[in-house]
């Protein structure tokens, strides 16, 4: 056995040694007084240590006041919080409206998955009365179903669409999306020339005229990526501004309209948060998109019955002994936030639904002339033949420039009775013969 130090073992002590050396050297370089020296402290006053804060600016506009109601999806595993859009939805209540968030919040933020066919259920049924959608960031694909339910609501039907996005936060938004031409790009944007305390804060001050951008000089988004669509952009990041999935400059567009202007696209959802809200010009933009959503003109037909009704709505009937079931009909309004007044005539100019049997139709004979509906030896609308009205029932659906009027009239109590149930539980929709009339054969 040798013993000498083997290679190995050199190789080993070689490790230590050099440790040492470094150490011994940084020791007299910067610890004697012909080691290092540290240059002096700059001598900067006192009130230039300011450090970087964004610029927060008050808006205090006197808001339109309409009457409304705003859905907001929480149905689709969306990615946000209550008390993250409580601040912008309060705002939407100041101009007057109700609002209405779907689906469960989860425990940790955001809200819970939905069973995709109760899901549906609650989409249609909440779009009956609604004036405008907010999805922002759902997490689960919307079905080519449900994006037909939108769609409809917004190019048949007059509602408004908000549709907000979030560079930093996963989501499905071209589910629906892609229904109005738009498209979400999968990066963010950001500018190391000019922002707002971090680069990934743009700057914008390039709008496009419309009520969105009314009275906007400059906004920061803190998390926007780019979306693309089928006409320019409201606002477009400057030159200076950069795609994280692109080399090109631009431009880049972070809000966008679309499907005739009823439809906003945001790719930010962070700059609706407080305190972030109140920077530059946020709370002046806001109130814009507030006002937007809130200046929806909906039609209805009859199938969103009782939503195309005010808060009141007169319950007239065609005969004394039809005012039982005038009762019940009125309990079904006040389910849904319609006061009934049951009166034995109808007021001008006041929303009603007339009960009768067909030879009680005089008052109401001139919405049922306008829909095509003819009831005399039979029932015949334009979209039925003739019927023997034996067993019958037709509901017919006026909208005039001061009152809405509902005509409901059968061949017979027993058989009116019926048609009220159907109203009440909602299968008269399964009837229809148009979008303001419904005709109806009972055993």
């Known amino acids: 056995m040798n013993g000498g130090l083997t290679g190995s073992m050199w190789r080993l002590l070689l490790v230590p040694v050099l440790a040492a050396l470094v150490f011994v050297a940084a020791y007299f370089y910067f610890y004697t ?79 819970l998955s939905t069973e995709p066919r109760e899901r549906y259920r609650t989409l249609q049924e909440q779009l009956r009365g609604a004036d405008g959608l907010m999805v922002a960031m759902p997490q689960e694909r919307y079905t080519p179903a449900e994006a037909a339910l939108v769609e409809d609501f917004v190019l048949d039907r007059g509602g408004r669409l908000l549709l907000v996005g979030d560079a930093t ?4 938004l071209n589910t629906l999306a892609g229904r109005f031409g738009l498209d979400y790009q999968p990066d963010y944007l950001f500018n190391q020339v000019e922002y707002d305390l ?22 920061a988004l803190y998390s926007t990526g780019s979306i693309r669509g089928p006409g320019p952009g409201l606002a ?26 009823r439809v906003l696209a945001l790719g930010d959802f962070t ?30 037909t009859l199938s969103d019955f009782p939503h195309f009704f005010g808060d009141e709505a007169d319950v007239v009937t065609g005969r ?15 389910g849904y936030g319609v006061e009934p007044v049951i009166r034995s005539a109808g007021a001008p100019g006041r929303d009603m639904v007339y009960l009768g049997l067909y030879e009680d139709a005089g ?34 659906l006026h909208q005039g420039e001061d009152r809405r009027a509902l005509a409901v009239l059968a061949d017979s109590e027993e058989t009116l009775e019926e048609l009220v149930s159907l109203l009440e539980s909602g299968n008269f929709r399964d009837n229809l013969a148009g979008e303001s009339t419904g005709v109806y054969r009972f055993e």
């Open 198 to 219: 971090n680069f990934q804060n743009i700057l914008v001050r390039d709008f496009l005229p419309d009520e969105i951008t009314r009275g906007v000089g400059q906004i």
């Open 236 to 261: 477009a990041a400057d030159g200076n501004t950069r795609s994280s999935m692109s080399e090109s400059p631009g431009p880049f567009y972070p809000m966008l309209k679309a499907a005739r202007g």
């Open 33 to 111: 007084p012909k080691g290092y020296t540290a240059p002096p402290n700059p001598e900067v006053p006192v009130e230039r240590l300011a450090p970087p804060v964004s610029e927060v600016r008050s808006f205090d506009g006197v808001p339109r006041i309409s009457r409304g109601r705003l859905v907001v999806d929480g149905l689709h595993a969306n990615n946000f919080s209550k008390a993250e859009a409580s601040a912008f939805l309060g705002m939407v209540r100041d101009r007057g409206y109700e609002v209405e968030v779907l689906g469960q919040p989860g425990r940790f933020g955001g809200f």
């Open 169 to 172: 936060r996963r989501h499905e």
């Open 363 to 396: 008052p109401v004979s001139q919405y049922l002339q306008l829909a095509g509906v003819r009831v005399d030896g039979s029932v015949r609308t334009p979209f039925t033949s003739g019927m023997d009205p034996e067993n019958t029932g037709v509901i017919v």
């Open 271 to 300: 700059f609706m948060i407080p305190p972030r809200n109140s920077v530059q010009d946020n709370g002046r933009l806001l109130a814009n998109i507030a006002d937007f959503l809130t200046g929806s003109e909906r039609s209805y």
């Open 320 to 334: 004394p002994s039809l005012l039982d079931l005038a009762s019940v009909l009125g309990g079904a309004l006040s």
